[in-house]
């Protein structure tokens, strides 16, 4: 009986030992395990629907944790885009801002000047399985700032030409070559600028959204310097520019012709984004907006001395610069932003264009964009791959929204004034430049 007893006693001794060694070594494991924290926002970058906000958050997260057992990474979700921004803020002032986070486009400058953001050169210069060359020149350079780089690029979208293919058809214009030209362009907007119902008031225009921004980029215009602390805007290649709004916005007799006009199907041309583009045609939920005319997308017109490009803006990815954790903060950077696989789910999941070239290139990844839409109304395949090769990055300044506004003022006062080209830039650059220099 003794024996028994001393038999139990010892079983259970044996059962508590193990078991408290379980304990034990589940909190070992726990408080041994390293957490990184990810910054994100719900909703679409380009203020477009979203309807797979998630989707490719934890497709890469899990990838990421599968890669490094042992990590865990934590992140509050919920927050939308429009809130985003004041988030990211008030958690850097408080010092619990998340170690890697996505950064807006129009924050991006302001972040950075704020040392908000770490400089990332030291780890893409050491790591051996890294190559930017890999990037879109346009997409990587945007999240470079005075020669150092603070971001690295996640999702990319330039700006293209809209076309109501059944309009120019009915007008007897052929298909809109890729190399077409700012003749091209005002030839055909004057020929289908008309008073169709024969009121005596036109009905059908040439363009709409067509600024000082597109006329800049495709004639060559450089109007800051790389650090936007100058301001350069008298050159031959701006007065063009700005005489060729001028003639353009002449076509339209000082009608107000808007994005609402060309989605009635009342215009030829409208300039808007990729992810506009993606979203609509077909839109997410199959409700295509454009039912009453044929969509289709052209790069802009080019000027005498410059080419078909656009202006490109980019989602980054970017590093607390109080990062706790910065090598495992740099792999989940690389999870996002240079993995094949998680990359080419931008184009299931998102709006725009993945940031590298062999996924952009993928005849695979480009037909998914085309999966629901006829062969007639396709986009060509190639034709994202055109357009972002030419692609120039956004302005990323910390002022260059408030610049922006003193141009957009300054050449609309121009165009509507009939002021020579010459002297309303030199004034435009004045005003900048005493911004500037406040």
Known sequence: ??????????????FTAAALMIVVGSLYYFNSQKVITLGFFTGSAWDVPDAYTYQLIDDA???????????????????????????????????????????????????????????LDGYIDRDVEYDKSRYYDASFA??????????????????????????????GIDEIPRDWTWEDFYRICG????????NGIEDQFGVCNYTWQHAFVTNGVVPF???????????????????????????????????????????????????????????PWSIKKYTNFELGCVPLPKGARGDNKSTMSTLLLCMNSRATNEALAWELIKTFCYDIEIQSEIYTYKQGASVLKTVTDS??????????????????????????????????????????????????????SGMNSKIGLQKIEKRVRRFLNQ
């Open 225 to 283: 310097d790389a650090n936007g602390t100058r301001c350069s805007l008298i050159s031959e290649n701006a007065i063009e520019a700005v005489d060729f709004v001028k003639a353009i916005s002449g076509l339209a007799n000082g009608n107000v012709v808007t994005a609402d006009d060309f989605d009635m199907g009342s215009v030829a041309f409208m300039l808007a984004l990729l992810s506009d583009y993606r979203t609509y045609k077909p839109y």
């Open 1 to 14: 009986m003794k024996k028994k007893i001393m038999k139990k006693g010892f079983c259970a001794g044996v």
């Open 191 to 198: 020929k289908v600028t008309k008073d169709t119902d024969g």
């Open 61 to 119: 997260v899990e990838k990421f944790e599968a890669d490094h057992p042992g990590i865990k990474v934590q992140f509050v979700s919920g927050i939308p885009k429009n809130d985003y921004s004041e988030y990211i803020a008030s958690a850097l002032i408080k010092g619990n801002a998340p170690d890697v986070f996505f950064v807006l486009p129009e924050d991006f400058s302001t972040l950075a000047s704020a040392d908000a953001l770490m400089e």
């Open 363 to 416: 005849m695979t990844t480009m037909l998914s964009i085309n999966q629901d839409l006829s062969e007639e109304g396709g986009m060509d395949i190639d034709l994202i791959t055109y357009i972002m090769d030419r692609a120039e990055p956004d302005y990323n300044f910390r002022e260059i929204a408030s610049v922006k506004e003193i141009i957009d003022v300054g050449i609309d006062d121009i165009v509507k």
């Open 142 to 171: 945007f999240g470079n700032i005075s020669g150092s780089q603070y971001g690295i690029p996640f999702e990319s979208v330039p700006s293209m030409m809209f076309v109501n293919k059944t309009l120019l058809k009915n007008e």
